[in-house]
């Protein structure tokens, strides 16, 4: 049975970083895509990054630049680095496997406020 749980969340200011974590436990194979996305408040879910298990990323426009997923394969962890946080940031993320069932976390609720 693979279990996906995220860590990390908080409250930090505009302009500041916080790094989310997802352990993933159980067996997913060699083949997999690994994913963050989030929800605001009244809003749909989104996607937010991708990460595949050759390596390649990929990530949405309003995060580009700012936002990295990184995983340590060895671990079984998948990482968002999130930088130059914005209040528009403030959503409950998900980490979310894919190999080909999908897997989703219970979130972890990430505010952005002065």
């Known amino acids: 049975q693979v279990q996906v749980v995220e860590s990390g969340g908080g409250l930090v ?17 060699r083949a997999y895509v690994m994913a963050w996305h989030r929800q605001a408040p009244g809003k749909q879910r989104e996607w937010v ?5 050759s390596g ?7 995060v580009k630049g700012r936002f990295t997923i990184s995983e340590d394969s060895a671990q ?10 914005r209040p528009e940031d403030t959503a409950v993320y ?4 894919i190999n080909p069932t999908t897997y989703w976390g219970q979130g972890t ?3 952005v406020s002065s």
Not at 56 to 62: D, I, S
């Open 56 to 62: 390649a990323t990929n990530y949405a426009v309003a």
């Open 109 to 111: 609720q990430v505010t």
């Open 49 to 53: 990054a991708t990460l595949t298990n």
């Open 13 to 29: 200011q505009p302009g500041g970083s916080l790094r989310l974590s997802c352990a993933v436990s159980g067996n997913i194979g």
């Open 76 to 85: 079984k962890m998948v990482y968002l680095q999130m930088n130059n946080l």
């Open 94 to 97: 998900y980490c979310k496997v």
